[in-house]
């Protein structure tokens, strides 16, 4: 026991003598949450609008009043002239442009009739329908203020509840998949990078020559980085919960199990991949592209899983960070205990189990 | 390697980076089983944007299929929704949209409510003659998508991943070839040579240059052409003499980061991590509008920001120089300052 | 007087598949003595001393180490036997004390005898001032005196040293030698690789092994006369011309 706890120290001393690995394993974290966080929001406001306002009257005034009020739009200027817009639009960030026809007031009061025309830049399509809808939406808004009295008949008044994220905030989305992808930076990186070193410098001939356990020395490596990953997780909630009021609504006891079984499951990885390299250079590398990119890629926590082809909708399944993210939203956004996710588990629990005996064969090969 | 990986991942990211809300998955509780209950419900499955996931007549089991990812919103129809509506001129429809990914519930719900609100209408032309003259004001609103009418979210992607590709292997690939003559030693070896830094400086640059002109052009006119059907609709003067603006400013990012690192291993965390910032600070997936004050100012210090506003506007909406010559003189300023400090810490640390 | 084998092989062999690199070895090494094992690169000889660690298993033959059997009795050899590596294997992010700390603690030494011996292995290096800096600071020279001396902390009956005095200058190499003639003394069997001849010559008794076969084995005295010349220098050119394989080879 005492060998173990010398050899545990020795690698801590590793740790927090590089400062930049540092910085990766705990300023990635709260870089990402913050970025995320607040950052890259899917929320849209003060999108640049402009009017084309022919009539001027009381109106075309109030509708306009209405839209810069509002959060989402932020009027950019007033323009004089139709022929204008295609130029504001090429020129500036204009997202959407209204025109006012002349005698809009009259008509509306008089022939009960007007039109309005909406212009939306669509080359980010999501942006403009969401725009689109809103602006309609104010525009009804007033119509129904003129109408107050006369009730339209045969009315269906949709109740919409937005359920797990009424704010839809987009934190509430990336809260896991932040989680999976610290987790398995830390773990599957800093292990292969962390064993491949003792490599390159010989260190690791010696500790194998020693009377110390080689499966020992496996684990003594792995129970640090176990260690920070915990931790990272930890501040990682603790911000989410803090900053970014995403609550935790499942038991933080499953959460913290369930992570326990990914980081296991990476430093398998970490392992087999520091097993099969030569140089810190190419374990990185392995890691960055085996890792990494998959992660953002197929966990479904940056883009949608469900919008891609189906091969690589298959691809995706075999990567754990996928089952890991949709085990990590259910405890923790909608508040789901164990038998909702032991599918899941399952499958990650497999994951890991074949990746530790994989690589404790490649490590027992390595030895002879 | 050099080509072959951005170009796949040029092949492969705008796929994964689909956004385009399609697909969505609906549960459908119906209590009513009445032929209105029933004509909403092909009409909402007619519409091209949901799928029927479930039909049942609880919403405790439609709930489930939510938890279980299996549906994103719920319609429950209530009991003699038919009848109601009929005798009492008005009638409630329940919805529940799985709101963690924020944009797909909002825009989940917007279609749904533009599909009842059709159908209510439908349904009052129905009993109601319609009058010659509105008896009410009404406001008619027509609405127009430029540049992309067929709101084709590849329109949108692809130009900017185009940008993104061009970014990290200019920066990415220049500073690893740098660190990698210093740590070999090979730098050494050019500094005793009579070769002036300048020239040496010059001699790394214009490849990864050419390969950065390479790596675009086989984007533009083979993928995003070919593959996405993406024609630019300005002049492709203007876009290149951007580009090649760009590429000097991010070579000179790269060059930067070189001088800090010592070993390649730390090139390639640097650089990994400025990258990723710069990538999420862009506004390749989210609009700039919608980010907080300092995120914005961060953004807006972000060479490839720019480079992403002008892939757009010249490819989708055909600007011009004019339009876009504010974009020019900052990326000037970007291509001086970062190629000026790169150089200066060059000079200060051999 | 019979001398004590602490080192002994039989027809050790080793195959990487159809290669054979080393082929029937046998020698016996005795307590106490500086056992030089030469050979051109690539004649097997860092095979041979990975097989003798444990660090790889033989193809056939038998070897037993300070009595030890190398194939059944792993854990006991590995208590009794010191090794350094070709590249100092120490670690730089660590302190000199932690080093030492570090290495006694996986061979199990108490904390009291890690004091005591940490203690009197900085006073005899010299190294009082630095133990504290860490190792990447020091100059090369010291790391490879550390490294021996760590390798010998816990008090092995033989120590294994591979290519050990790579790339210091010859005053250094003295020093290093001075202090494996301290361990010597004190019983410890010293096995080395080198190809530095000169450092041949403080050996008490030397191989040479040439395309994984031991062409020679004797006190440097005798090998000389055996091959009428005046160098070991010559002693190997002369054999080492004999060689097939060259170091391009696998």
């Known amino acids: ?368 | 390697m050099i080509f072959i990986a951005p170009i796949l991942q040029l092949l492969i990211l705008p796929l994964a980076a689909d956004y385009e809300v399609k697909n969505i998955n609906i549960s459908i509780v119906d209590h009513d089983h009445s032929t209105y209950s029933q004509q909403l419900i092909s009409k909402i499955t007619a519409s091209g944007y949901f799928q029927l996931a479930d039909y049942g007549n609880s919403f405790q089991q439609a709930l489930e299929q939510i938890e279980k990812d299996k549906s994103d919103i719920i319609l429950e129809i209530p009991d003699r929704f038919e009848e109601n509506l009929i005798r009492e001129n008005a009638n409630e429809l329940f919805i529940a949209v799985n709101a963690i990914n924020g944009v797909k519930a909002s825009l989940g719900g917007v279609y749904l409510n533009q599909i009842i609100a059709a159908y209510n209408n439908e349904i009052r032309l129905k009993w109601i003659q319609p009058p010659k003259y509105n008896t009410v004001p009404s406001i008619e609103i027509t609405s127009s998508y430029w540049f992309n009418q067929l709101l084709n979210y590849h329109y949108f992607i692809v130009p900017g991943i185009l940008v993104a590709l061009v970014a990290m292997v200019g920066s990415y690939l220049c500073a690893l070839n740098i660190v990698k003559e210093k740590e070999v030693g090979t730098i050494e070896q050019i500094n005793v040579t009579p070769i002036k830094k300048y020239h040496f400086i010059l001699g790394k640059l214009i490849p990864f240059w050419i390969i950065g002109m390479f790596v675009f052009s086989v984007g533009l006119f083979v993928v995003a052409r070919f593959i996405y059907g993406i024609v630019p609709a300005g002049s492709l003067w203007v876009l290149y003499a951007f580009l090649s603006i760009f590429l000097i400013a991010i070579l000179g990012l790269g060059l930067l980061i070189s001088t800090f690192a010592e070993t390649q291993q730390q090139a390639m965390s640097v650089a990994f991590f400025f990258i990723m910032i710069f990538m999420l600070m862009s506004g390749l997936f989210t609009s700039l509008d919608g980010m907080p004050r300092w995120a914005y100012i961060i953004a807006r210090s972000n060479p490839v920001t720019y480079f992403i506003e002008v892939v757009r506007m010249v490819i989708l909406k055909g600007s011009g120089f004019s339009d876009i010559k504010n974009h020019f003189l900052i990326m000037i300023g970007f291509a001086g300052l970062l190629n000026g400090l790169a150089i200066w810490n060059y000079r200060k640390t051999s | 007087m019979i001398k004590e084998v602490v080192i002994k092989t039989d027809k050790l062999t080793k195959r990487f598949g159809d290669f054979i690199a080393t082929n029937e070895i046998t020698f016996e090494v005795y307590a106490g003595e500086i056992f030089g094992f030469l050979g051109a690169n690539g004649a097997g000889k860092t095979t041979a001393m990975k097989m003798l660690c444990g660090l790889s298993r033989p193809s056939s033959g038998n070897a037993t180490i300070a009595g030890f059997d190398i194939y059944k009795q792993t854990e006991q050899i590995k208590r009794n036997i010191g090794y350094m590596s070709q590249k100092f294997s120490l670690y730089e992010d660590l302190t000199v004390l932690e080093n030492i700390q570090f290495f006694g603690g996986i061979y199990g030494l108490s904390d009291k005898q890690l004091k005591k011996k940490s203690n009197e292995l900085i006073d005899i290096l010299g190294l009082q001032k630095e133990s504290k800096k860490l190792v990447a600071s020091l100059p090369l020279g010291w790391k490879q005196k550390l490294a021996f001396s760590v390798a010998v902390l816990h008090e092995p009956k033989i120590v294994f040293l591979d290519e050990p005095t790579g790339g210091v200058d010859p005053i250094i190499r003295r020093q290093f030698w001075d202090l494996i003639y301290q361990a010597a003394d004190k019983g410890i069997t010293i096995f080395v690789t080198t190809h530095y001849m000169d450092e041949a010559e403080y050996c008490n008794r030397i191989s040479i092994m040439v395309d994984g076969v031991i062409e020679a084995l004797d006190s440097p005295i005798n090998l000389k006369q055996q091959f009428t010349t005046s160098t070991i220098d010559e002693v190997f050119y002369k054999l080492a011309r004999r060689a097939k394989r060259t170091e391009n080879l696998k």
């Open chain 1, 1 to 368: 026991m005492k060998r173990f706890i010398s050899f545990v120290k020795k690698e801590f001393y590793h740790v927090f003598r590089d400062d930049k690995t540092l910085l990766m394993l705990f300023g990635m974290p709260i870089v990402l949450i913050l970025l995320f966080g607040f950052a890259v929001t899917n929320e849209i406001k003060n999108a640049q609008i402009v009017v084309c306002d022919y009539a001027k009257d009381p109106a075309s005034q109030e509708i306009i009043n209405k839209l810069s009020v509002n959060k989402s739009f932020h009027l950019k200027k007033a323009l004089l002239n139709h022929s204008q817009i295609e130029e504001e639009f090429k020129k500036e960030n204009i997202k959407l442009a209204i025109v006012f026809p002349t005698n809009f007031n009259e008509d509306l009061l008089h022939l009960n009739k007007a039109q309005i025309q909406i212009i939306a830049d669509a080359s980010d399509p999501n942006t403009a329908t969401t725009l689109i809808n809103r602006a309609t939406a104010i525009i009804m808004d007033y119509q129904k203020q003129l109408t107050l009295n006369s009730n339209l008949p045969y009315n269906i008044n949709p109740e919409i509840r937005m359920l797990y994220n009424p704010e839809l905030k987009g934190a509430t989305n990336f809260v896991p998949g932040i989680m999976a992808l610290v987790l398995l930076l830390v773990c599957v990186l800093m292990t292969a990078v962390s064993i491949v070193r003792e490599k390159e410098n010989g260190t690791m001939e010696v500790l194998l020559v020693s009377p110390f356990n080689p499966f020992l020395v496996i684990i003594s490596k792995a129970l640090p980085f176990l260690i920070l990953s915990l931790i990272n997780l930890a501040i990682i909630l603790v911000l989410s919960v803090t900053l970014l009021d995403t609550p935790i609504k499942g038991s933080i006891l499953l959460l913290v199990a369930e992570s326990t079984l990914l980081i296991i499951c990476a430093l398998s990885l970490g392992l087999l991949i520091s097993n099969n390299t030569k140089s810190q250079q190419t374990a990185m590398l392995l890691s960055m592209m085996g890792m990494m990119l998959p992660t953002m890629l197929f966990t479904g926590f940056m883009f949608p899983l469900e919008n891609m082809p189906v091969p690589l909708q298959v691809i995706a399944n075999i990567f754990p960070s996928k089952w890991y993210y949709i085990i990590i939203k259910s405890i923790m956004i909608k508040g789901l205990g164990f038998s909702a996710i032991w599918k899941e588990t399952l499958i990650l629990l497999g994951t890991t189990a074949l990746l530790l005996i994989l690589s404790l064969k490649t490590f027992k090969k390595r030895l002879e």
